[in-house]
């Protein structure tokens, strides 16, 4: 269920957006099936991530909900008003900072842009499963191919 659209009008006010969200969205939790938020951006946040990370562990453990991260890099450094967020971070530390966040409550992240994918916790997933499910292969082909040579 989609439950809110959060702009944060010009700034990356994060905890303002998250606070409104929670609540006024979630104070009926038992009602929703999943609990989860799914920030679209493509900047660092205004507040420091340590207030952010634990702030977002605190609200995630009391909702029973996760934070999912898509961060979206573009080349541009300055909005397309051409005014300075305030606080900047190359897309590296963005990303490291954004990452601090997911993992405090227990999401995902995404990080993309123009070139394609850079990071994304579910590909990440399906890759280590596609490697076990190639390791148990091999394991099995061993196997089989021993029994062979035993016959």
Known sequence: RWVLNLQCKGSRNFMSALRRAVEVDFKDKDKHKS???YL?????PD???HTISAYVAEVCRGFDL????CLFSVMENIDSNRIMPARYANPTETAIAFKEIVQAANGRFHWFG???IFQSDDITII??????ANNYSQKCAFLVESLK???
């Open 35 to 37: 609990q989860g938020l």
């Open 40 to 44: 679209l951006t493509t900047g660092i």
């Open 47 to 49: 507040q420091e991530t």
């Open 66 to 69: 996760q934070l999912h991260v």
């Open 114 to 116: 123009e070139a394609g």
């Open 127 to 132: 890759v280590s499963e596609m490697e076990k």
């Open 149 to 151: 040579q035993r016959s």
